[in-house]
């Protein structure tokens, strides 16, 4: 079992002509409300890998429809805890440009109880992963308690906290990170400098560093391996990361070796992308697998 301790947002998107001004009230021309957040992102993602998946979060007492959505897609939330803070929510505004203005409100996500993680990290063994993002509270604290659990432990630093992120690194087993977060951790400015510093200097972890469009890298122990992207027509890369992550993961706990299942995480992220849309477009294992045999 993965236990994915992350996120959980109510997006809601507004179509507007132009983004509010001060003192503006303005009428939207569409509207419309999808789940999201990394964490629920990527719960969704081992779910329709095919993993076994508790996600582990929190969301206001009677938003059961939240939680009925990840169950549809096969997520385990018996350990989301149900509080008085609002759920997370997003309010995006969209352009007819494609350009966007967020405003966050991490709401529940930010109340998460020292006992809901000691409780949950109790119940782990070792074929166990435990898995973090950074857009719930208690982070640090989370990762440290997960590095005595008998689970191994994966972090995808995002959004980066430097700081927290390198605290961090002495309790994981497993690093995930972008380009972008990859240069921001090793204070980079290419990612082939950020890739010699990501092997240099944390050579105690596993880090799988995403390139997009190019693939991913491996670097594990004095091993560096390199898997290229399949090449599609990509028409929006959200949550192609998590879509990796998330199956990759799936594939690792069945048994799959790193290299395997990097290969079946490009092709479910590569299927992502030709798809507009976040966690509602993620591919089915099946789907994933037909790529693969064509
Ligand atoms: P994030 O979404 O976290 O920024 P990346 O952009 O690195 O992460 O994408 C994650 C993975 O998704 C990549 O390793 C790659 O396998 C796949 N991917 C992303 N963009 C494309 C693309 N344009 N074509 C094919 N695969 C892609």
Not at 103 to 109: E, T
Not at 221 to 248: L, R
Request: a negative charge.
């Amino acid at each position: 079992t993965v236990f994915n301790i992350g996120s959980i947002n109510i997006d809601h998107l507004y179509q507007v002509g132009h983004f509010v001004r001060p003192g503006e009230t303005l009428a939207s021309t569409q509207y419309q409300q999808l789940l999201g957040g990394k964490g629920a992102n990527q719960s969704i993602a081992i779910a329709r890998a095919g993993g076994q998946v508790c996600h582990v979060g929190a969301v206001f007492h009677g938003d059961d429809q939240v939680l009925h959505s990840l169950n549809n897609h096969g997520v385990d939330t018996s350990l989301v805890a149900k509080t008085d803070t609002p759920t997370g929510h997003a309010i995006i505004q969209l352009t007819p440009e494609a350009e966007n203005a967020i405003i966050l409100y991490p709401g529940a996500n930010h109340s998460l109880t020292q006992e809901q993680i000691s409780g949950v990290l109790a119940q782990t063994s070792v074929e166990d992963w435990v898995l973090l993002q950074n857009e719930t509270n208690l982070v640090l604290e989370t990762l440290q308690q997960a590095a005595a659990s008998p689970a191994q432990v994966a972090f995808n630093p995002a959004p980066m906290d430097l700081e927290l992120t390198r605290a961090a690194l002495s309790y994981i087993d497993l690093l995930v990170v972008n380009e972008v977060e990859a240069m921001d951790l090793t204070r980079t400015e290419t990612i082939e400098a950020a890739t010699t510093a990501l092997e240099q200097d944390f050579p105690q972890l596993s880090i799988l560093l995403t390139l997009g469009k190019d693939g991913v890298r491996y670097i594990s122990h004095g091993q560096n391996d390199f898997v290229p992207a399949f090449k599609v027509e990509a028409v929006d890369t959200t949550a192609a990361g998590d879509t990796f992550i998330g199956f990759y993961l799936a594939a690792l706990s069945e048994g799959k070796a790193p290299n395997a299942a990097m290969t079946i995480g490009c092709a479910a992220s590569a299927l992502c992308v030709t798809r507009l849309g976040a966690a509602d477009v993620i591919p089915t294992r099946d789907e994933v697998n037909q790529f693969l045999a064509e």
